[in-house]
């Protein structure tokens, strides 16, 4: 079996400079967007493997040489993303609850975006996988699904149930005497591929809503990142310390979140700034 990179470069030819100059390729094949181009190195890291006891494993049964594993401390290093973050504020996040065109749809994917929002900024493929077991004293606790397999990481996080959260799981949630899950998408016996379509597939359900909704009323596009950000962001202008905000999102550093909400400063910066006026 050849490891490569890429359908055109085994890894044992795949140093720094030739997986640099297949990211130019990748920015040019994506219509210049970095973001993309960084996801499709991701991609091939992953065939490598992308954390260490991956590779390492590949390396015992022979599959690749230590020597010629591309990435990593003085190899080529995948580039953060350059995507600039978005956060809501209070206003337009009751416009967002108040809005009705009629559709039923619409008012389901934009319950689902809300309690995305109200649920600690809770991933689509957490929000899929949630049981009410999960439930106990009042809230709802959950592993990232992005972390579940990394032990040293994984850690539970704690949602308190608002009661905006309680009243999208009455309307839209499941019988619990007939389903484990909470939200009518997951069904017992499901594998990980099932998991995923399932996810990629509400993702784009909700985002495709909440972007007609964000024309409607003047905000811009909104995706399910957006709640998260808007999340955390509204947290930390409300004076809630970051070492608090850190595990609420399930971060592994303070340092992480601090990073994470540094881009979300603009609001902030221009506020500021107003304030020298004289």
């Keep these: 079996v050849e490891v490569c990179v890429s359908a055109d470069l085994p890894v044992d030819r795949a140093d720094k400079t030739r997986i640099a100059d297949r990211f130019a390729l990748l920015v040019q094949a994506a219509n210049n967007s970095r973001v993309q181009a960084i996801l499709g190195v991701q991609r091939r890291r992953k065939i490598c493997g992308d954390r260490p006891h991956d590779h390492d494993a590949r390396i015992q049964v022979g599959m690749i040489r230590e020597a010629d594993y591309p990435f990593g401390r003085g190899k080529y290093q995948i580039k953060e993303g350059v ?24 008012e389901f994917y934009r319950d689902l975006w809300l309690f995305i929002y109200f649920c600690n900024g ?62 009518p998408f997951m069904k017992a016996g499901d594998d990980a591929w099932e998991h995923e379509k399932k996810k990629k597939n509400l993702t784009k359900h909700i985002n495709d809503r909440m972007k007609v909704i964000g024309e409607k009323l003047n905000i811009g596009k909104i995706t399910t990142y957006v709640a998260r950000h808007t999340y955390a962001t509204v947290l930390r202008n409300e004076g809630v310390p970051v070492s608090i905000i850190s595990p609420m999102l399930g971060h592994t550093s303070v340092t992480t979140t601090e990073i994470y909400l540094a881009d979300l400063e603009s609001e902030n910066r221009a506020r500021n700034a107003h304030l020298l006026s004289f």
């Design 83 to 106: 995507g600039k973050k978005k956060a809501l504020n209070k206003k337009q996040l009751k416009a967002i609850a108040n809005y009705s065109d009629g559709n039923k749809f619409t």
């Design 122 to 183: 809770i991933n689509v493929a957490d929000l899929i996988n949630l049981k009410f077991s999960d439930i106990q004293n009042g809230e709802i606790s959950f592993i990232r699904e992005k972390t579940k397999d990394r032990t040293r990481d994984a850690k539970r996080i704690y949602a308190p149930i608002t009661p905006e959260m309680q009243s999208i799981i009455e309307k839209w949630g499941n019988n619990p005497r007939k389903s484990i899950y909470i939200f």
